[in-house]
């Protein structure tokens, strides 16, 4: 694929962090064109949400280069503050005329409906006031909202219940629709949805040497 119509081209990632003798992730290649699903595999401590860091330009790689992208990142632990929902939906949104229209993408609009202001509920720090599901589909409108030609999400179904995780597993397919979607999780049911899936392994260094490491799925690089 010609490299205009990639989102993102990245090579060679690495980071290895003070006092470690790995390199995490080690030597990676990866390529998002528009419409993909990727999901990132592999066992805790092997880089995952480093990865994600990398491409949100919140780390600076050790080794390799990543160019700077309109990326939204959703963490584990998305960021809500004690304001309103509304607030919360359009903070750092200037235009809340697609504010409906992403709601009824995410279902957010029937959660709203149990809350006894609907979008004028106040919330508490992290959220007080709305379940760890609720919590993950306000983060994920807040997503749809965004403007990012990127959507990077962190473990979106860790914690829920099996229908809260369900309800998510669809938002995040919808959302592919409007922009790539590149995802770390250890759900297999999200996994069985990714068009391309990365395993990363963590990588030994040697002082003062790069060492590559093959990639472990013929999808990492395309």
């Known amino acids: 694929m010609a490299g205009a119509d990639l989102v993102l081209s990245a090579r060679g990632l690495g980071v290895q962090f003070p006092g470690s003798a790995r390199r995490t992730p080690a030597h990676l290649d990866l390529r998002v064109a528009p419409g993909d699903r990727i999901l990132v595999l592999g066992p805790s401590g092997c880089g995952k949400t ?3 860091e990398l491409i949100a330009g919140l780390r600076t ?7 700077a992208v309109r990326s939204h990142l959703v963490t584990q632990t998305p960021f809500i503050a004690p304001m309103t929902v509304r607030q919360n939906l359009l903070f750092g949104v200037s235009d809340d005329s697609r504010l409906a229209a992403a709601l009824a993408a995410t279902g957010f609009d029937a959660v709203l409906r149990d809350l006894p202001d609907g979008l ?3 919330l508490g720090d992290n959220g007080f006031g709305l379940s760890a599901g609720q919590r993950a589909k306000l983060a994920l409108t807040r997503a749809w909202l965004s403007d990012a030609d990127l959507l990077l999400v962190d473990e979106p179904t860790a914690h829920l219940d099996p229908r809260s995780a369900d309800e998510l597993r669809e938002v995040i397919v919808a959302l592919a629709t409007l922009r790539p ?4 999780t250890h759900d297999e049911e999200l996994v069985a949805r990714a068009d391309h899936r990365i395993a990363l392994q963590p990588s030994a260094v040697t002082p003062g040497a790069v060492t590559p490491s093959a990639p472990s799925s013929p999808e990492v690089a395309r």
Do not use: F, I, K, N
């Not at 790689?61 to 160019?67: K, R």
């Open 50 to 52: 480093t990865l994600l």
């Open 61 to 67: 790689p050790s080794a390799g280069s990543v160019p």
């Open 120 to 122: 004028e509920t106040s």
């Open 181 to 184: 979607v590149v995802a770390v």
